[in-house]
């Protein structure tokens, strides 16, 4: 049995990197993260050029119909990057959302404007730093009509639309309307910005039935909690081998700090803990292609080892480099910023633990 990718996604993988390597420097990231702008319009142009918003979209949307896999691909390469744009909020977690649960007149109106580039979605559940439960939502919708609140929200200013979570009911809302207001929030990640944004009496359509939002929000998180994964895979590996690197041009005691154990023994634990997350996520790549009935517990697993390798290589490259590591002028923390952010994007450690004993418990019990 072949678990590798194959070659034209081996090509596409490398077509990202290269553009990427190229045109999402260290210093685009830092310039988005010193600056006020929403992301790094340039990088997002020349994705939307190689068609990368598109790749999942079926072919009738505008999109390029590929499989899960070739999505999984290039979320690696952007999350290796800490790349600042909208990938995880607009390609994966919007652009899912109306395959999962959209109206054909709703993928015929969005899907194209995504697959071009010309939209940028997003999704917006959270009412504050409290885990979004349906007992604490207080958002609401009814009669066309959206109200609330919804703080933080990835990219909320960047986006043209927002999926929503009212109640419990998942909502479809252009922002692009007087009854929006969107107002900057700050968080551990300047690179990747995040709103407030407030409705009043926003007009809105729902994304699937009413009451479903809860149910559909579970299924699309785990499609999204594989290609967020692979983000992690590729940002890990990243912090991993800026960590060697340096490990291996710094000196201390006239030695370089790469043959010392302890420094040994750092890089190490970051490579077991990389390849275990990277195992965990090609069984959900696998499971998400072929829509195995394992996708729950597999994208809970891929999840749990992806954010703890990730949070795990980034700490490890900042002790790594020492005192410089904690400096403002060292790119150590792109990386851990970037870690600490997806950790929470789709709920936190600790829920997805919960939900893979939960998963586990009915899987024994059926």
């Known amino acids: 049995m072949n678990f590798d990718f194959s070659d034209d996604q081996k090509l596409l993988k490398e077509q990202v990197r290269k553009f990427l390597t190229d045109k999402c420097s260290t210093k685009v990231v830092r310039r988005v993260l010193d600056g006020n702008e929403t992301h790094a319009e340039e990088v997002w142009k020349g994705l939307v050029e190689l068609g990368v918003p598109g790749v999942g979209i079926p072919e009738e949307y505008g999109g390029l119909g590929l499989t899960p896999l070739e999505l999984c691909v290039v979320a690696e ?10 990938f995880d909020s607009s390609v994966v977690l919007a652009t899912e959302a109306i395959k999962l649960a959209g109206s054909e007149a709703q993928k015929r109106k969005w899907l194209p404007l995504l697959a071009s580039g010309e939209a940028i ?71 990747r910005k995040h709103a407030e944004l407030t409705f009043n009496g926003a007009s809105a359509e729902l994304l699937g039935g009413e009451g479903e939002g809860w149910r559909l929000l579970e299924r699309l998180h785990d499609a999204a909690a594989v290609y967020f ?44 803990k990389l390849e275990l997350a990277r195992s965990n ?21 891929a999840r749990i080892a992806a954010t703890e390798a990730y949070d795990f290589a980034a700490k490890e490259n900042i002790q790594t480099h020492g005192g410089i590591g904690f400096t403002w002028e060292a790119d150590t923390q792109f990386h851990y910023r970037r870690s600490r952010v997806m950790a929470l994007a789709i709920g936190g450690p600790m829920a997805w633990k919960d939900k893979l004993v939960t998963r586990l418990e009915q899987k024994n019990a059926a």
Request: charged share 20%; net charge positive; proline share 6%.
């Open 77 to 86: 390469e952007i999350g290796r990057a800490a790349a600042p744009v909208p």
């Open 229 to 272: 994964a692979f983000a992690q895979v590729g940002g890990a590996e990243a912090a991993m081998w800026m960590a060697r690197d340096y490990a291996l041009q710094r000196y201390a005691f006239g030695r370089l700090i790469g043959s010392y154990q302890a420094i040994k023994h750092k890089l190490a634990d970051c490579y077991v």
């Open 281 to 301: 996520a090609y069984y959900g790549a696998m499971m998400l292609t072929e829509g195995g009935a394992d996708l729950p517990l597999a994208a809970a697993a």
């Open 121 to 191: 979605g997003t999704l917006a559940v959270a009412e504050g730093p409290q885990p979004p439960k349906p007992r604490n939502v207080t958002t609401t919708f009814g009669n066309g009509y959206l109200n609330g609140r919804k703080v933080p929200v990835a990219d909320g200013e960047a986006a043209t639309f927002a999926v929503v979570m009212a109640k419990n009911s998942l909502v479809l809302v252009d922002l692009a309307q007087a009854a929006v207001t969107r107002k900057r929030v700050e968080t551990i990640d300047p690179a």
